[in-house]
Structures are given as C-alpha cells and as structure tokens.
C-alpha cells in the first residue's frame, strides 16, 4: 500500500508528468475530471450541503492528514456569511518541502484546481492565495455574493496572512467561471 507521504511525491510527479506532455491545458483538465469530478466526488457532496458540509469535509479530512489549520463560517464586515480556511501548516507541501520534491511548475495550484470547480458547481466563489511555503486562505462565499476578500486579520487573528513568514502572491477568485486563469 502507498502510504500518504509516498502518495505526495507521486502526485507532484504525475503533475510535472502530465504538464510536460500535454501542457497546462492537461493539467488543469486532469484537476478538474479525475480529481473533481472522480476521486473527490465525496467532497462534492459534502460542498453541495453548504458550509456545513465544508465544515464536516475539511474538518475529517485535515485532522486526518495531520494538517495545521483553522476553519468555519464566520461574517465577513458586509454581514454576509464566508467559510474561512487558514493553513499554517498544509501535510502536503510541507512533506515535499522538507524532502526536497518540487517536480511541477505549482503543486499548490492544484488544490484551486479540482476544489474550484467544485465549489463552482455547488454554487459558491472562492478566493484563494497560497505562499509557496506549505501556507493558504481561503474564503468561500454564494457565488451571488460580491464582497472582495478579506484584509488580512479582518476576520481573526489566526489569518494565515499574518504570519511573520507570509509571503503574499496571486489571490484566484474561482467560481465565475470554470478557468482559474480566467480569474487573474
């Protein structure tokens, strides 16, 4: 049996594989049908049940894989409701980091890519920003919902984004559309 850390190695592999074959283009097609849509078909169920099902998905699944992090529903200064996730410590890119594994372009990208889509199709907006660095936010809201994302703190002191070591990259608003590059 693969265990998690080996799975972690193989799927940063399969992506570098995948993009120097077929390009982004593949990549982002791989995300979105065998993961999305096949292997978390779970968690599409879950995202369909709101943020509750949010809340029982990351909250199962996190805890298992050891992850440091933050979660729920919370308001943001608008009123309107926001599922907020703060990763201090995210398994995955961490076990690669410390190993030395960086086989693709943006391992990190592909959480935005099969979770995008999915929240698209449950009919939320997601904005995400990720450092690099075993670090993310995100803030998942009704796709009719307008509000920019947060500032950093703006929602509580375990933002991610107030880390000393938080280094600031591209925020991916997803749900607008199917393409996370469209979002840019």
Known sequence: MLGVYDFNG???WTFAWLEARGGDEAL?????NAISRDSQAHARMEFARGFAGMSDYWGH?????????????????????????????????????????D???????HCIG????????????VDHEHDHAAHCWWEIRPIDDQTPP?????????DVRLRYDWAAGRVDRFGRTMDPRDND
């Open 10 to 12: 193989h799927y940063d």
């Open 28 to 32: 982002r097609d791989y995300w979105v």
């Open 61 to 101: 699944t996190l805890a298992e894989e050891g992850a440091g992090y933050t979660s729920g529903q919370t308001e943001s200064l608008s009123g309107k409701p926001v599922f907020r996730l703060d990763m201090q410590e995210c398994p995955s890119k961490g076990f690669l980091l410390r190993n030395g594994l």
């Open 103 to 109: 086989a693709g372009t943006d391992y990190c990208d």
């Open 114 to 125: 099969w979770v995008g889509p999915a929240m698209a199709d449950a009919g939320f907006v």
């Open 150 to 158: 947060s500032a950093a703190g703006e929602l509580g002191p375990e």
